[in-house]
C-alpha cells in the first residue's frame, strides 16, 4: 500500500518562498509520475505541477516561471519548489501518485500567503 505524506506548508508573505515535500513509501517510486494539485474550499482540486518517471514536467499556467517540480528517487521524495508566491496561491497543497493504473492522494498541507 503506498502512503504519501506531505510537509513544508504554512504561512508566507507575498513574495516569499516555500519548499513542499512529499516522501513516498509502499510502492516502486521511481517509475511513478507524481504530481502535486491545490484546493480550495468550494473549488475543484486543480494540477499544479506533474513529474513523470522519465523526469517529464508540466505546469499549470498560473504558476509556469514560479514553481519547479523535482524529484529525488533515492529517498522517494517529490518537492515542489515555490517562488514570488501570491495570495491567491493559498490552498490546501496535495500530493498525487500515479502508478500503474491507481492513484494514491496525501492528507494535504496547508499554504497560506498573506501579509
Known amino acids: 500500500q503506498v502512503q504519501l505524506v506531505e510537509s513544508g506548508g504554512g504561512l508566507v508573505q507575498p513574495g516569499g518562498s516555500l519548499r513542499l515535500s512529499c516522501a513516498a513509501s509502499?510502492?516502486?517510486?521511481?517509475?511513478?509520475?507524481m504530481g502535486w494539485y491545490r484546493q480550495n474550499p468550494g473549488k475543484q482540486r486543480e494540477l499544479v505541477a506533474r513529474?513523470?518517471?522519465?523526469?517529464?514536467?508540466t505546469y499549470a499556467d498560473s504558476v509556469k516561471g514560479r514553481f519547479t517540480i523535482s524529484r529525488d528517487n533515492a529517498l522517494n521524495t517529490v518537492y515542489l519548489q515555490m517562488n514570488t508566491l501570491k495570495p491567491e496561491d493559498t490552498a490546501v497543497y496535495y500530493c498525487?501518485?500515479?502508478?500503474?493504473?491507481?492513484?494514491?492522494w496525501g492528507q494535504g498541507t496547508q499554504v497560506t500567503v498573506s501579509s
Open positions: 513529474i513523470t518517471g522519465g523526469y517529464r514536467t
Open positions: 498525487k501518485e500515479d502508478l500503474i493504473g491507481r492513484t494514491y
Open positions: 509502499g510502492g516502486t517510486f521511481s517509475i511513478a509520475a
